[in-house]
């Protein structure tokens, strides 16, 4: 299907929407954290990549990757409509998850992925998370 707008002018459109997460999945980790009692997480904490969960004191940042936007490899596809446009912008996302986990490991932050068709395994979740918050925190590290 063609576009029904000039390059210039779906950029205009698509500029104005703006980015709110994808908050169903992270309201559906949020109560898989509380189901299954782990405490000590934040949402909209203030760090580089703005990840979807912190555990400060832990120094441990969750992201909940929707399948589609961040091209789950089991789950991800890439439309069949407007490839030009598609297939850099995936891997841009890609990219960019790459170096946000490359910057908060360096700066001494465990960082764990979670796929959004994980999601749909909660104990498996919590269980991964858990033992990623009893592991001994990173030498040199230190909560801001």
């Known amino acids: 299907m063609t576009d029904i707008f000039?390059?210039?002018?779906?950029?205009?459109?698509m500029a104005k929407i703006k980015s709110r997460g994808n908050k169903a999945t992270e309201v559906r980790l949020a109560r898989i954290l509380?189901?299954?009692?782990v405490k000590g997480w934040r949402r909209n904490y203030p760090l580089q990549g703005r990840p979807d969960f912190a555990f400060a004191s832990a120094r441990v940042a969750i992201f909940v990757?929707?399948?589609?936007?961040h091209s789950c490899p089991k789950?991800?596809?890439?439309?069949?409509?407007n490839q030009n446009y598609w297939t850099p912008k995936l891997a841009r996302n890609q990219r960019r998850d790459r170096r946000v986990s490359r910057q908060l490991r360096a700066s001494g932050?465990?960082?764990l992925r979670?796929?959004?068709h994980q999601?749909?395994?909660p104990a498996t979740v919590a269980m991964r998370i858990q033992r990623c918050?009893?592991?001994?925190?990173?030498?040199g590290s230190s909560p801001r």
Do not use: M
Request: hydrophobic share 40%; aromatic share 12%.
């Open 6 to 13: 000039t390059r210039a002018k779906r950029s205009a459109v």
């Open 34 to 37: 509380r189901e299954y009692g």
């Open 65 to 69: 990757d929707g399948c589609f936007w």
């Open 75 to 81: 789950h991800g596809h890439r439309p069949a409509s």
């Open 109 to 111: 932050w465990r960082v």
């Open 114 to 116: 979670v796929w959004e």
């Open 119 to 121: 999601l749909a395994a």
């Open 133 to 139: 918050l009893e592991q001994p925190r990173l030498r």
